[in-house]
């Protein structure tokens, strides 16, 4: 058997991230920690040609020390099993969200099964690196539909600003594409995750694409986006706005959504879609 | 035997004198009648030779795009109209001096180029061959409905009122006649040209050829040219009725877009405005004042609906390629180039050594079908100079396009830039592969046009670097034809571009064992451990997997991306049992042991492991300076010894091609070559046949897998026949 590799990680913890008044930034505290890669051949004791056996040793390394299951699993999928078997593999990999299942992951990002494409998104999602994350911004460009989508839906879920121009890209290379009032999968996941995750600009910057979009899509953009509370009021008051601004059915429905949502609550943006509400036939 | 031979004709022309008097003869075109001898055509080439040029305005006449609205003559001098004829026309007019002739409903009718009606005569039920103007005569033929429809009228009239001077009707096909002075020369049924006495239509003498085919006749200068599928220039030693004693030109036999004849069939009549016959077709022009016969800048131009190739009429070579940006409605050529006429009205005159517009006019009209009557020395002003462009340039804007028709001239000029040498020919080839939208026909025959190409690898290494993405527009690139062709080339760079597509999902799986067929025969030891991964990874992907939201797994792959993705598994064990080391190796007992391995992968699996590994040939590749593999740990594979080359696989099949041939008959479509992918072994052995058009599969198949190859090294192997489909 190869001896498992091992490399150093840097590890990042910023702190003070939370309002400081200080005037010198805090300088991030950097540890560093030896990982261990899995190797490409079966764990000792697995029989890989024996698929119950693994499914079930991967139970067990799923629930027992998060580390050594994450090598075990890894090292298991990298050696090779059956489709199945790298389906229950790599959601465990997702659950254990180990950084040592990176190798794995990254490689399954690229399995030619859309089904584990997909897994493997999920459970990538779970360990946010960089290499990670532009691994997931490039199933963006994925060619098959379910995958895109679904790397848009794992960006949502991150939450990281680097990916903003790819979901960007995505959603501008989309919203041309018709398909009704609906869009693509992938605009509408794109969509959401902007409207979930962008600044400020970023929300303003879907507003422009009202009459220029199916609306379906930005719908799900602009619910996102009332719903989180940090976003500013104004910038709330805006999208309110902008949306009874185009008076359809399809937009009162949303703005009825967002009024029953918030029954009895008054701010600047729900006191507008009230509004609107009532004055849209 | 002589004296009768001299004594007939006479004979017979006093016959035939017996009835000058009527201006109806009724010996010509006797079946009777002896060819000519040397003598008498000899006198018929002096009457030529001595006859006053005849006068050409240069004019196009520019059918409608309804021909029932008739058709506008423009003067090519000044680009102005000057005639428009109301009319219905209802066969392609032809342009006879000063007037334009054409039949309408019942009548052959003549207008003046400012489209005044002159006369007209009866139609007698017939098509319009032909019309020919000399001095104040007009000769017309009627027939047009092919060489096998015997019924044909011959009309000599004058051209300022139409008075018939002579008129012959006869049980045979008439071709395209020529009038020279008091002679009308007439092609008949396919195998004579008679000549015929303008006066009063008395046959004067007659060339029959017994060994091809005789469907037009041109006046050109001071000679008369005749012939079909040759050119041949009248004169003494046509009365052998031979090609071989006729001095004539006899047309290459290449594969030219649209398979277009050398000439238009002369007994079959054209239609008014868009006919099919014109827009695919060789336009050329004799030249006279060379000796023997000759065309007009020793160039054949081969004419596909807007694209125009300039071949040298001796060698095939292609001179220069032109695409219009509309269809071609008409052209002519002279001796200062390629006159050629869109149908949108512009006018252009291409350069014969380059093709480059010397000459571009916007006509006041455009239609489907232009009808030009140029003089060999029509050299307007050049009033354009477009920047040069390399051969290559031109073929790389003629093989690309979005216009489906053009697909055969698509395939010809890329197929004439994978013969031309240099970076830039590769470049361009490489160019058109990664087109989106390329049609699987064309990339066909791009991509193996690239294959044994070893200069300019550059532009395919490049290639390589791009991969699919759906956001950006990145097409997958012709990862298979690229594989083959750096394998061939011996470019070891291509190999971590090979390996990054040989795990990019999106590349296609029936590229992924030419990739993994590269990698072996560039020998970098690099990709050993890539391969082995791959096997890894997909030596059990069989089965049925639950979708991530839940519910029945589903099986993912179809039989025939399984079939190849299997095929690659088994080109990668290939590899690893040559090259691989001790790890890599072991990886095959697991293989060969897992008991969900589809079994071909089994298979393979096993047979390296049980005997020895295929042998490494005794001396590496030339030119690649690698030393003999150490057992097991070095990867100078030597493949070649492994491998079938194209020849001998073309070889092999070539044989059952009459076979394969005869599944495309009758087929609604017929391809312009069938593409057939297999396995083989070492004993030569075929299977696992896919046939492209799959519509032949069943038929082509069977055929195929009964073929007996070449025995080789190879264990198992994939090849590929590309078998042309004309006749």
Redesign the interface.
């Known amino acids: 058997m190869?001896p498992s590799r091992t490399t150093l990680v840097l590890g990042v913890a910023l702190a003070g991230v939370t309002g400081s008044a200080s005037a010198q930034p805090r300088r991030p505290v950097v540890t560093t920690v030896a990982m261990v890669h899995p190797t490409?051949e079966a764990p000792p004791g697995w029989d890989?040609?024996r698929?119950d056996d693994v499914l079930a040793r991967i139970g067990r390394a799923a629930t027992g020390d998060p580390r050594r299951g994450a090598l075990e699993i890894s090292s298991a999928l990298?050696?090779?099993?059956?489709?199945?078997v790298?389906?229950a593999g790599l959601d465990s990999l997702g659950v254990l969200a180990r950084p040592e299942s990176a190798d794995a992951i990254l490689?399954f990002l690229?399995?030619?099964?859309?089904?584990?494409?997909?897994?493997a998104l999920?459970a990538a999602a779970r360990l946010h690196t960089p290499a990670m994350l532009r691994a997931i911004d490039?199933r963006?460009?994925?060619?098959?539909p379910e995958v895109?989508a679904?790397a848009a839906r794992t960006l949502a879920d991150v939450a990281d600003p680097t990916s903003v121009r790819?979901l960007w890209?995505?959603f501008e290379?989309e919203a041309g594409s018709g398909l009704g009032s609906e869009g693509t999968a992938l605009l509408q996941e794109s969509a959401r995750a902007l409207g979930a995750r962008g600044s400020e600009q970023d929300v303003d910057r879907l507003l422009t694409y009202l009459r220029r979009a199916p609306f379906g899509a930005l719908a799900r953009a602009f619910e996102a986006s009332l719903r989180r509370p940090e976003l500013p009021d104004p910038v709330k008051l805006r999208v309110v706005q902008a949306i009874a601004g185009i008076a359809t059915p399809q937009a009162r429905e949303l703005l009825t959504r967002l009024v029953d949502e918030h029954r009895g609550r008054s701010t600047p943006a729900i006191d507008a879609a009230r509004s609107a509400v009532s004055r849209i036939q | 035997m002589k004296p009768l031979a001299l004594v007939l004709p006479l004979v017979l022309a006093a016959l035939g004198g017996g009835c000058a008097n009527t201006g109806i003869s009724r010996g010509a075109f006797s079946l009777g009648t002896p060819a000519s001898d040397a003598v008498v055509l000899a006198a018929v080439a002096d009457r030529v030779r001595a006859a006053a040029p005849a006068v050409l305005p240069p004019v196009v006449a520019i059918v409608a795009d309804d021909p029932a609205q008739g058709l506008s003559i423009v003067d090519l001098g000044t680009g102005a109209v000057v005639g428009r004829v109301q009319a219905p026309i209802a066969s392609r007019p032809v342009v006879a001096g000063d007037l334009v002739v054409a039949r309408v409903a019942g009548a052959v009718v003549a207008w003046s180029l400012q489209g005044a009606e002159r006369w007209r005569v009866p139609d007698e039920g017939l098509d319009l061959v032909g019309a020919s103007r000399d001095g104040d005569r007009v000769a017309l033929v009627l027939g047009g409905a092919g060489v096998t429809r015997r019924r044909g009228v011959v009309r000599v009239v004058t051209a300022g009122d139409g008075s018939t001077l002579a008129r012959t009707e006869i049980a045979h096909a008439l071709g395209l006649p020529t009038l020279v002075g008091d002679d009308v020369f007439v092609p008949w049924d396919g195998q004579n040209l008679s000549v015929l006495d303008a006066r009063n239509g008395d046959e004067l003498s007659r060339v029959r050829s017994r060994d091809d085919v005789v469907g037009f006749s041109v006046r050109e200068g001071h000679a008369v040219y005749y012939g079909a599928r040759a050119l041949y220039r009248l004169g003494a030693e046509s009365a052998s009725g031979t090609a071989a004693g006729t001095p004539h030109y006899q047309p290459r036999p290449d594969e030219l877009p649209g398979a277009a004849a050398f000439a238009l069939d002369g007994y079959t009549s054209l239609r008014a405005g868009l006919d099919a016959r014109e827009r695919v077709r060789l336009a050329w022009r004799p030249d006279p004042a060379l000796p023997g016969v000759a065309l007009l800048h020793n160039t054949v131009f081969a004419l596909y609906h807007r694209d125009v190739f300039a071949l040298d009429a001796t060698t095939g070579a292609l001179r220069w390629a032109y695409v219009s940006p509309h269809d071609l409605a008409g052209v002519a050529v002279v001796r200062a180039g390629l006159v050629v006429v869109d149908d949108h009205g512009g006018a252009s005159l291409l350069a014969p050594d380059d093709g480059r517009a010397r000459w571009r006019q916007a006509l006041p009209v455009g239609g489907p079908q232009a009808v030009l009557q140029l003089a060999a020395d029509f050299a307007p002003a050049p009033n354009t100079d477009d920047p040069p462009r390399t051969l290559v340039e031109s073929l790389l804007e003629a093989a690309g396009g979005s216009d489906a028709r053009l697909l055969p001239a698509q395939r010809f000029a890329a197929q004439r830039l994978a013969a031309l040498p240099g970076a830039p020919a590769t470049a361009a080839l490489v160019s058109i592969l990664t087109r989106r939208g390329l049609s699987p026909e064309l990339r066909a025959v791009v991509g193996e046009g690239l294959v044994g190409r070893t200069d300019g690898t550059d532009a395919m290494i490049e290639a390589l670097d791009l991969h699919y993405d759906y956001v950006r527009g990145v097409d997958v690139p012709p990862v298979g034809f690229l594989a083959r062709a750096l394998a061939a080339a011996h470019e070891r760079r291509a190999v971590s571009s090979l390996v990054s597509h040989l795990f990019d999902p999106a590349t296609p799986t029936d590229d992924l064992a030419p990739i993994v067929v590269a990698l072996r025969e560039l020998g970098d030891p690099s990709s050993v451990h890539a391969l082995a991964d791959f096997v890894r990874l997909y030596h059990a992907d069989v089965g049925a997997v639950a979708p991530v939201g839940g519910g029945d797994a589903i099986i993912e792959r179809d039989i025939t991306d399984q079939g190849h993705l299997n095929a690659a598994v088994e080109q990668a064990i290939e590899t690893i049992a040559r090259v691989g080391a001790a790890p890599e190796r072991a990886l095959l007992d697991r293989v060969r042991a897992h008991p969900v391995a589809p079994e071909t992968v089994r298979v393979a699996a096993s047979r390296v492991r049980d005997g020895a590994p295929p042998e490494a040939p005794a001396e590496a590749p030339p030119g690649d300076g690698a030393a003999p593999a150490a057992a097991g740990t070095d990867m100078t594979f030597g493949a070649p010894a492994g491998r079938l080359g194209p020849d001998a696989i073309d070889g092999a099949m070539s044989a059952r091609r009459p076979e394969v041939l005869a599944c495309l008959r009758d087929a609604p479509s017929r391809p312009a070559q069938l593409r057939v992918q297999f396995r083989y072994d070492g004993d030569g052995r075929v299977s696992n046949v896919s046939v492209m058009p799959a519509a032949f599969q069943a038929c082509v198949a069977p055929i195929v897998a009964a073929v007996q190859l070449p025995t080789s090294l190879a264990v198992r192997e994939l090849g590929t026949w590309i078998c042309p489909t004309a006749y």
């Open positions: 190869r490409a890989l040609s698929a990298l050696a090779g099993v059956e489709p199945h790298a389906a490689r690229d399995h030619r099964r859309v089904s584990l494409r997909r897994r999920i490039a963006l460009g994925d060619s098959d895109r679904e790819a890209a995505a290379h």
